[in-house]
């Protein structure tokens, strides 16, 4: 990218930016994040809100997804993607579509953190016919509980368990994940996770066995509108297109739909 080029983009975002604009990142963020990086939270898209969000991960592999908030404490949500879709070449989309179901149990409170369970199909990266799963395998069915701190403004602590339905390479575990987040100000928050991938290094597993570590930010540009820029496997776990701190673009838009 030339530097005019560069200087257009950053005039472009910062067109979208007021004081007041927040997405899911920051001291004043006015929505829940529903994953961390990969590891989904407690958090919920409320009633009456869609969302929209793509990830650009290495090797051109794009996904996106479409959520909306149903009931209260219940959304629905839709994705898809392929790898090689930024680049050259043949386009591999993955062979079907991701579905994203959440319900929050539990509300946060002073002594309590949050409680959500779901069911959620799509994995990250390349898709693998032989072995019926992604490079990252999807989370499947979980439970998520995050809790709420004020510290130099707010720490947000996660914990995931989750089964995923990706079992065709031998490795059946349950899995564990923990996150957290911290706000650096009213719009920017410091996010990070480490899936133990306990389902993902025996048999014939993709995974080294010292789980994915992944750190990213996230900055609210607009109303409703977020930008991330993530780590990913910063302990070069995969032992497949493995480039040590994989960077990979976040996007995310929601708004009120009724």
């Given at each position: 990218?030339?530097?005019?080029?560069?200087?257009?983009?950053?005039?472009?975002?910062?067109?979208?930016?007021?004081?007041?604009?927040?997405?899911?990142?920051?001291?004043?963020?006015?929505?829940?994040?529903?994953?961390?990086?990969?590891?989904?939270?407690?958090?919920?898209?409320?009633?009456?809100?869609?969302?929209?969000?793509?990830?650009?991960?290495?090797?051109?592999?794009?996904?996106?997804?479409?959520?909306?908030?149903?009931?209260?404490?219940?959304?629905?949500?839709?994705?898809?993607?392929?790898?090689?879709?930024?680049?050259?070449?043949?386009?591999?989309?993955?062979?079907?579509?991701?579905?994203?179901?959440?319900?929050?149990?539990?509300?946060?409170t002073t002594g309590m953190?949050?409680?959500?369970?779901?069911?959620?199909?799509?994995?990250?990266?390349?898709?693998?016919?032989?072995?019926?799963?992604?490079?990252?395998?999807?989370?499947?069915?979980?439970?998520?509980?995050?809790?709420?701190?004020?510290?130099l403004g707010y720490l947000?602590?996660?914990?995931?368990?989750?089964?995923?339905?990706?079992?065709?390479?031998?490795?059946?575990?349950?899995?564990?994940?923990?996150?957290?987040?911290?706000?650096?100000?009213?719009?920017?928050?410091?996010?990070?996770?480490?899936?133990?991938?306990?389902?993902?290094?025996?048999?014939?597993?993709?995974?080294?066995?010292?789980?994915?570590?992944?750190?990213?930010?996230?900055?609210?540009?607009?109303?409703?509108?977020?930008?991330?820029?993530?780590?990913?496997?910063?302990?070069?776990?995969?032992?497949?297109?493995?480039?040590?701190a994989d960077r990979a673009?976040?996007?995310?838009?929601?708004?009120?739909?009724?």
């Open positions: 990218m030339s530097k005019r080029s560069t200087l257009f983009f950053v005039i472009f975002l910062l067109s979208f930016v007021s004081l007041n604009a927040q997405g899911t990142a920051g001291y004043g963020a006015k929505y829940e994040y529903r994953s961390i990086i990969d590891v989904p939270s407690a958090g919920i898209l409320n009633k009456g809100y869609v969302g929209v969000t793509a990830n650009n991960l290495p090797n051109g592999v794009v996904i996106s997804k479409i959520e909306v908030g149903v009931f209260e404490n219940f959304s629905f949500g839709i994705s898809y993607g392929g790898a090689n879709v930024i680049g050259s070449g043949v386009i591999d989309w993955y062979k079907m579509p991701g579905l994203n179901v959440r319900a929050r149990l539990f509300d946060e953190p949050a409680l959500t369970i779901g069911f959620d199909s799509q994995g990250k990266g390349a898709y693998f016919d032989a072995l019926e799963r992604y490079e990252i395998k999807s989370p499947g069915f979980y439970a998520g509980v995050s809790k709420t701190f004020e510290f947000v602590l996660h914990g995931t368990v989750n089964y995923s339905l990706e079992r065709q390479d031998e490795d059946k575990d349950l899995n564990a994940a923990i996150g957290l987040e911290k706000t650096i100000g009213n719009q920017v928050s410091f996010i990070a996770e480490y899936d133990f991938a306990n389902n993902d290094n025996t048999g014939k597993s993709l995974g080294e066995g010292d789980g994915y570590l992944n750190m990213g930010i996230r900055w609210s540009v607009g109303d409703g509108f977020t930008l991330g820029l993530d780590l990913r496997d910063m302990l070069d776990n995969k032992k497949i297109n493995s480039n040590k673009l976040f996007v995310e838009y929601i708004q009120p739909i009724f």
